[in-house]
T-cell receptor, first 119, second 114 residues
């Protein structure tokens, strides 16, 4: 099956520091990856769509200068939370599509998530 | 853009009973409707999906129905077991260029009481 990994699984940082989260597709190529944020007992809220080799598309209300996304290869996308604050504490999950399945297949495979706690 | 409504937000059933979760969507262009199960602190897991060229799909105790005219789709779990307890999310998207993300419902917390 299609496997997506995320690193780190948990991170605790001080307010004002930056945190980088990696999302990797392990056994398939992903031209498109998606970053979601999930607060406790809430649904997955899309933050941005990450496209390999181009700029990410951010959802309304998501600050692109605060949440930096880089999708430099077909298997890796990174999300950097800059100048993190306690309100950024959340569960961040990425998902990826399998590029070789073609454009008519939209199944997304999720990473295990990263729990960020900002003190 | 797409808007997905999901009901109920919580659902408690006795073990062995059936559970039904319903979702509606707004964008008539949507034609891919997956259902995910998420256990606490874990990733969402795809349990079943349906595309607009079929009205019903079944996989053992799980079934999904789709009514494109009414823009709603439902998840049916029969003979529920305690391990079915989790949060279930429906989602919708068009299957076009593949850059279109899934739009999720708010989730249903299912509790199966032994």
């Amino acid at each position: 099956g299609a496997v997506v990994s995320q690193h780190p699984s948990r991170v605790i940082c001080k307010s004002g520091t930056s945190v980088k989260i990696e999302c990797r597709s392990l056994d398939f190529q992903a031209t498109t990856m998606f970053w979601y944020r999930q607060f406790p007992k809430q649904s997955l809220m899309l933050m941005a769509t990450s496209n390999e080799g181009s700029k990410a598309t951010y959802e309304q209300g998501v600050e692109k200068d605060k949440f930096l996304i880089n999708h430099a290869s077909l298997t890796l996308s990174t999300l950097t939370v800059t100048s993190a604050h306690p309100e950024d504490s959340s569960f961040y999950i990425c998902s990826a599509r399998d590029a070789l399945r073609g454009t008519s297949y939209n199944e997304q495979f999720f990473g295990p998530g990263t729990r960020l706690t900002v003190l | 853009g797409e808007n997905v409504e999901q009901h109920p937000s919580t659902l408690s059933v006795q073990e062995g009973d059936s559970a039904v979760i319903k979702c509606t969507y707004s964008d008539s262009a949507s034609n891919y409707f997956p259902w995910y199960k998420q256990e606490l602190g874990k990733r969402p897991q795809l349990i079943i999906d349906i595309r607009s060229n079929v009205g019903e799909k079944k996989d053992q105790r799980i079934a999904v129905t789709l009514n494109k005219t009414a823009k709603h789709f439902s998840l049916h779990i029969t003979e529920t077991q305690p391990e079915d307890s989790a949060v279930y999310f429906c989602a919708a998207s068009p299957e076009d260029s593949g850059n279109t993300p899934l739009v999720f419902g708010k989730g249903t917390r299912l509790s199966v009481i032994a």
